[in-house]
């Protein structure tokens, strides 16, 4: 082969493999543990599922269809943010929780889709309506990650220092709180109120894993509820200047924007309260603003950002209660890489991709994890 030829082979690997190479071979970290929601879950739901939930749609194709070609319980057509962190940084896709003799040695994750930050029992106490009724919210992820630590702690040797090289990631949370609540026929007002509560959960769930020895922690914002289809379609409105530019709700929005300025306000003070932590902001707010700006920047159709890809009842929002992503009779969208809405709640992995590339290298995260992750 002659030199050129040489060259540009060399630079086609070095693109190839940029993830892997830009930090992988070079991190700090050799686990990644968990915590948060459908936005993480990487098949803790359908492992409770059975037989506890039948007929949970999450258990069907076109679920994970892109990437894995079989139903693996994420919440979208592929990889999740999380897993694009994990290939990034070297390390396996994070293990769920529940698949029993799992090696979690380099890494467990205890997200659960559906879960919220409140826990069960006190939003059933408020008349609330909470889907799936089980006990996984952020208060018993913590519990799971408690009773597990000692066994963790002996993969990394049995010292004191046994989260020195582990990634945490925090959430988010919230965003099944707020469904929980609007669903059981509140205003978007009455669930203002239970913001701060959401973010002093998820500010003393840090300083818990803190207490427990954590040393790098990304805490991810919460998303822009405003700008989901089933929001968008339970609280459609003919009244235009209740959406914003982006085609969102104003009010929807209000939540996730209260929610993270005070989520902000709290990561200031932890950083203060503990200067050895490292507490990475990430966000999924602004993002999805981003991708509903300049879709064609991130390869998204520009005709088809509100659209759910897997769903039914066509434009505005492609979104029927009855006809969930899952079912026999939905189709998902012909091509899901250009589309932003995965199944309503949740994005494609193409905008996780983004995401994830936004959190590693920013501008999505404070610092960027890639940053950190050099030793
Ligand atoms: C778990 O995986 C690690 C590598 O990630 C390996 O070193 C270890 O031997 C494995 N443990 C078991 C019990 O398989
Ligand atoms: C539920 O949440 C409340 C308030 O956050 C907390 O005090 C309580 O310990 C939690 N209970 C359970 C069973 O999770
Ligand atoms: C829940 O509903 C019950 C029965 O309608 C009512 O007595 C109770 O006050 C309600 N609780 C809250 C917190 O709204
Ligand atoms: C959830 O946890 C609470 C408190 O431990 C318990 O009383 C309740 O029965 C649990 N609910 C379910 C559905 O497991
Ligand atoms: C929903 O809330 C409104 C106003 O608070 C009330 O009038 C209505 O009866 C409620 N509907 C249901 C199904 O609970
Ligand atoms: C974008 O989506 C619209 C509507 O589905 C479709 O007609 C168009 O061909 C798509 N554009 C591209 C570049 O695929």
């Known amino acids: 082969m002659s030199p050129p030829h040489a060259a540009l082979l060399l630079l086609f690997i070095l693109a190839y493999f940029r993830g892997a190479y830009s930090s992988g071979s070079r991190s700090r970290f050799t686990s990644i543990i968990s915590f948060g929601d459908s936005f993480a879950d990487t098949g803790n739901?359908?492992?409770?599922?059975?037989?506890?939930?039948?007929?949970?749609?999450?258990?069907?194709?076109?679920?994970?269809?892109?990437?894995?070609?079989?139903?693996?319980?994420?919440?979208?057509?592929?990889?999740?943010?999380?897993?694009?962190?994990?290939?990034?940084?070297?390390?396996?896709?994070?293990?769920?929780?529940?698949?029993?003799?799992?090696?979690?040695?380099?890494?467990?994750?205890?997200?659960?889709?559906?879960?919220?930050?409140?826990?069960?029992?006190?939003?059933?106490?408020?008349?609330?309506?909470?889907?799936?009724?089980?006990?996984?919210?952020?208060?018993?992820?913590?519990?799971?990650?408690?009773?597990?630590?000692?066994?963790?702690?002996?993969?990394?040797?049995?010292?004191?220092?046994?989260?020195?090289?582990?990634?945490?990631?925090?959430?988010?949370?919230g965003s099944n709180d707020y469904r929980n609540i609007l669903m059981s026929n509140r205003t978007v007002e009455q669930t203002l109120v239970y913001v701060p509560q959401i973010v002093d959960g998820i500010s003393r769930g840090v300083e818990r894993l803190i207490q427990q020895g954590a040393k790098y922690i990304v805490v991810a914002d919460v998303f822009p509820t405003g700008c989901i289809p089933p929001i968008l379609t339970m609280l459609a409105s003919p009244n235009k200047v209740e959406y914003d530019r982006h085609g969102c709700l104003k009010s929807g929005n209000r939540l996730g924007r209260y929610q993270n300025s005070l989520l902000r306000q709290r990561i200031k003070l932890l950083r203060h309260k503990y200067p050895h932590t490292k507490i990475i902001a990430a966000e999924y707010y602004r993002p999805v603003l981003a991708f509903l700006d300049m879709p064609a920047h991130f390869g998204l159709n520009s005709s088809t950002t509100l659209l759910t890809c897997c769903g039914a009842g066509g434009p505005p929002y492609n979104y029927d209660f009855n006809a969930g992503c899952g079912l026999p009779r939905v189709k998902a969208c012909i091509d899901p890489s250009q589309a932003l809405q995965w199944d309503g709640f949740h994005l494609t992995e193409s905008a996780y991709r983004a995401i994830a590339d936004g959190w590693l290298h920013g501008p999505y995260a404070d610092p960027p994890i890639v940053h950190v992750a050099r030793p």
């Open 45 to 173: 739901l359908v492992m409770w599922a059975d037989p506890v939930l039948p007929g949970l749609v999450l258990k069907n194709l076109p679920y994970s269809e892109t990437f894995f070609g079989h139903p693996t319980g994420r919440a979208t057509d592929g990889r999740l943010v999380l897993d694009f962190i994990a290939e990034a940084l070297g390390l396996p896709f994070v293990p769920p929780y529940l698949a029993k003799g799992s090696n979690f040695s380099a890494g467990v994750n205890f997200a659960v889709a559906g879960a919220p930050a409140l826990n069960l029992t006190y939003l059933q106490g408020q008349n609330m309506t909470v889907n799936p009724p089980i006990n996984s919210s952020l208060h018993d992820q913590l519990e799971w990650f408690q009773k597990l630590k000692p066994s963790l702690c002996k993969c990394a040797g049995q010292n004191t220092d046994c989260f020195a090289r582990s990634l945490f990631v925090m959430g988010e949370f």
